[in-house]
């Protein structure tokens, strides 16, 4: 099973984004499914996760301006991220948990710059 992050670019302050992140089997067997951002300097950080009941959590920092859904028939993750601030700047990374296993997908870039 692999992880394909997309949607990341460049985009002004106050501006929006949606990242995919598709897996090439079925989300369905995952039953946790998260965001996780690095930006340069730091630690890799929680953003946002998605369990398979559809119950979602948020990381205070982007409460309020993100939303993390799951489309099942279509494998695919997604997170909207509205009303965007420099601080989001960071790689942007998918994770499925399944049990005792944990899998990764590359990152794709989002960068907030005006």
């Known amino acids: 099973v692999q992880l394909q992050a997309s949607g990341g670019g460049l985009v002004q302050p106050g501006g929006s984004l949606r990242l995919s992140c598709a897996v090439s089997g079925s989300i369905r067997t995952f039953n946790d499914m998260s965001w996780f951002r690095q930006a340069p300097g730091k630690e890799r950080e929680w953003v946002a996760r998605?369990?398979?009941?559809?119950?979602?959590g948020y990381a205070d920092s982007v409460k309020g301006r993100f939303t993390i859904s799951r489309a099942n028939a279509k494998n695919t993750v997604y997170l909207q991220m509205n009303n965007l601030a420099p601080e989001d700047t960071a790689v942007y990374s998918c994770?499925?948990?399944?049990?005792?296993?944990?899998?990764w997908g590359q990152g794709t870039q989002v960068t907030v710059s005006s």
């Open positions: 998605i369990y398979g009941g559809g119950t979602t």
């Open positions: 994770n499925a948990v399944r049990g005792t296993i944990s899998l």
